[in-house]
Nanobody, 115 residues
Framework: QVQPVESGGGLVQPGGSLRLSCVAS????????MGWYRQAPGKQREVVAT???????NYADSVKGRFTISRDNAKTTVYLQMNSLKPEDTAVYYC?????????WGQGTQVTVSA
């Protein structure tokens, strides 16, 4: 079992920045991908960014050039640096730790981008 806990969400004006953190505890054997997802009201959960244990990253087109995913060397903490935030980035953001056959989710952190 892996238990992720997100933090860092909040209210920010358009054009502002936030840094989300996800600290996880538990057994990390065979975890091969960590990622951030988001779900806006009335919409399906969507992938924002992922990072593999070897450091490979992928981003949704909507956040490329604005968001950066990273992790610590122990591979137990994953971050999402969000710059140039837009109102359409408003959502609950979830972190995810994945191994073949298992997927672990945090409880989510709210990000609201509004003037």
């Amino acid at each position: 079992q892996v238990q992720p806990v997100e933090s860092g969400g909040g209210l920010v004006q358009p054009g502002g920045s936030l840094r989300l953190s996800c600290v996880a505890s538990g057994r990390f054997f065979s975890i091969n991908t960590m990622g951030w997802y988001r779900q806006a009201p009335g919409k399906q959960r969507e992938v924002v960014a992922t990072i593999t244990t070897s450091g490979g990253t992928n981003y949704a087109d909507s956040v490329k050039g604005r968001f950066t995913i990273s992790r610590d060397n122990a591979k137990t903490t994953v971050y999402l640096q969000m710059n140039s935030l837009k109102p359409e980035d408003t959502a609950v953001y979830y972190c995810n730790y994945y191994r073949v056959g298992s997927s672990y989710w945090g409880q989510g952190t709210q990000v609201t981008v509004s003037a």
